[in-house]
């Protein structure tokens, strides 16, 4: 796994058990085993692993957004009690429960919410399981490397409007010139996208393919040297910073 910057912000083993001693609940040892390492952050652009919340799932628990029949893991007055541990970009929680064993899934676009049993996943990796989770429902494979960005307070960003009429060619190839002149650390590209990783960036610049005329850098303080760089690359090919 591609870590994005160095700068992440780890959680203390003791802070988490704490928690749990609070919540009455245990929180799965792969997931501890993660926030001690590398701390909160988002997983392949996709998913936000995050701290355990007690308190963000309170309001939901008066809403009838899911159903709460036999075949339902908790019912709708235990929402109210989950601690959340994640979500996706698209609004879906990752919880757990003092009386569940195992990791419940609360969806945004269904009404079923789903259990993850803990038999055999406390020692499995648990980008793995995230693996799983993002197979099952986008009903595609994790096919493109994986990579973890850190949240941190030194992030920053920059976005710059490419003009592909002056230029006379479109974002893809400003893409491969931009790789050729910073040989970046991870390439991630498809039909829509091209994420070039840098180390010294603490970052990565990303192409918007599906939007044509859209680029961005995102680095941390303290790397300006590489991001006047990049700036200067990027308007030298007909890219207007949007400051």
């Given at each position: 796994m591609y870590i994005v910057s160095n700068n992440g912000s780890p959680i203390s083993a003791e802070k988490l058990r704490q928690l749990e001693q609070e919540q009455r609940l245990t929180l799965p040892e792969a997931y501890v085993r993660f926030l001690v390492v590398h701390g909160p952050g988002t997983y392949r652009g996709w998913f936000n692993i995050e701290a355990p919340d007690p308190h963000v799932l309170k309001s939901f628990a008066e809403e009838e957004f899911w159903e709460h029949d036999a075949a339902s893991p908790i019912t709708q007055q235990q929402i109210a009690e989950c601690v959340s541990i994640g979500t996706t970009i698209d609004g879906d929680f990752l919880a757990v429960h003092p009386a569940v064993k195992g990791i419940i899934w609360l969806p945004r676009h269904s009404e079923i919410i789903e259990l993850y049993a803990e038999d055999g996943m406390e020692h499995e990796d648990y980008t793995a399981f995230l693996n799983q989770i993002y197979g099952e429902k986008l009903a595609q494979q994790a096919a493109a490397p994986a990579y973890f960005e850190p949240w941190t307070q030194m992030?920053?960003?920059?976005?710059?409007?490419?003009?592909?009429?002056?230029?006379?060619?479109?974002?893809?190839?400003?893409?491969?010139?931009?790789?050729?002149?910073?040989?970046?650390?991870?390439?991630?590209?498809?039909?829509?996208?091209?994420?070039?990783?840098?180390?010294?960036?603490?970052?990565?610049?990303?192409?918007?393919?599906?939007?044509?005329?859209?680029?961005?850098?995102?680095?941390?303080?303290g790397q300006e040297p590489l991001l006047q760089q990049i700036t200067a690359f990027l308007e030298n090919h007909n890219c207007k910073s949007l400051i």
């Amino acid at each position: 796994m591609y870590i994005v910057s160095n700068n992440g912000s780890p959680i203390s083993a003791e802070k988490l058990r704490q928690l749990e001693q609070e919540q009455r609940l245990t929180l799965p040892e792969a997931y501890v085993r993660f926030l001690v390492v590398h701390g909160p952050g988002t997983y392949r652009g996709w998913f936000n692993i995050e701290a355990p919340d007690p308190h963000v799932l309170k309001s939901f628990a008066e809403e009838e957004f899911w159903e709460h029949d036999a075949a339902s893991p908790i019912t709708q007055q235990q929402i109210a009690e989950c601690v959340s541990i994640g979500t996706t970009i698209d609004g879906d929680f990752l919880a757990v429960h003092p009386a569940v064993k195992g990791i419940i899934w609360l969806p945004r676009h269904s009404e079923i919410i789903e259990l993850y049993a803990e038999d055999g996943m406390e020692h499995e990796d648990y980008t793995a399981f995230l693996n799983q989770i993002y197979g099952e429902k986008l009903a595609q494979q994790a096919a493109a490397p994986a990579y973890f960005e850190p949240w941190t307070q030194m992030r920053k960003h920059q976005f710059f409007h490419f003009d592909p009429d002056k230029a006379g060619f479109e974002l893809p190839e400003l893409a491969r010139e931009c790789k050729k002149s910073f040989e970046p650390n991870l390439q991630i590209e498809n039909a829509h996208t091209c994420l070039l990783f840098l180390q010294g960036l603490g970052g990565y610049i990303r192409f918007n393919y599906a939007y044509r005329l859209e680029v961005a850098i995102f680095y941390e303080e303290g790397q300006e040297p590489l991001l006047q760089q990049i700036t200067a690359f990027l308007e030298n090919h007909n890219c207007k910073s949007l400051i």
